[in-house]
């Protein structure tokens, strides 16, 4: 059975990230016991084998990273709705998105960040 957790939207951002579709409905991180699949609107979707998950740690955000769909096109992608809550996913190998970028970390902003980590670290180490 898979796992939703919802992305953490700050009702003054809401306007801003509606313009690229993402509603509470669409913007989520849900695994299973196989694979991780983030969504965060019309613009981003992307789903990452378990496996390649190397770790997971709540970190800050900062202010000048900005909000929404944000990428350094080489080693970061970050899909914020809010400053707080966000949760960083460290990956083994780089995953392509967009066609033309890649990541090794995903950062989100999440409704329920400590519930998030909690339940992936406990589903990665094997423990159901």
């Given at each position: 059975?898979?796992?939703?957790y919802?992305?953490k939207?700050?009702?003054?951002?809401?306007?801003?990230?509606?313009?690229?579709?993402?509603?509470?409905?669409?913007?989520?991180?849900?695994?299973?016991?196989?694979?991780?699949?983030?969504?965060?609107?019309?613009?981003?979707?992307?789903?990452?084998?378990?496996?390649?998950?190397?770790?997971?740690?709540?970190?800050?955000?900062?202010?000048?990273?900005?909000?929404?769909?944000?990428?350094?096109?080489?080693?970061?992608v970050?899909?914020?709705?809010?400053?707080?809550?966000?949760?960083e996913?460290?990956?083994?190998?780089?995953?392509?998105?967009?066609?033309?970028?890649?990541?090794?970390?995903?950062?989100?902003?999440?409704?329920?960040?400590?519930?998030?980590?909690?339940a992936?670290?406990?589903?990665?180490?094997?423990?159901?």
């Amino acid at each position: 059975m898979a796992a939703r957790y919802y992305m953490k939207v700050d009702p003054w951002w809401r306007p801003v990230l509606l313009v690229g579709g993402a509603t509470r409905e669409n913007s989520y991180v849900e695994f299973d016991d196989h694979d991780v699949t983030f969504c965060f609107g019309m613009l981003f979707g992307c789903t990452v084998p378990r496996s390649q998950i190397a770790s997971i740690r709540r970190r800050s955000w900062p202010i000048w990273a900005g909000i929404g769909w944000r990428t350094d096109f080489v080693r970061m992608v970050g899909l914020i709705g809010s400053y707080d809550n966000v949760v960083e996913l460290e990956l083994k190998e780089p995953v392509h998105f967009w066609r033309i970028a890649r990541c090794t970390r995903l950062a989100i902003s999440l409704e329920q960040p400590d519930e998030f980590v909690a339940a992936l670290s406990v589903q990665r180490a094997g423990v159901s």
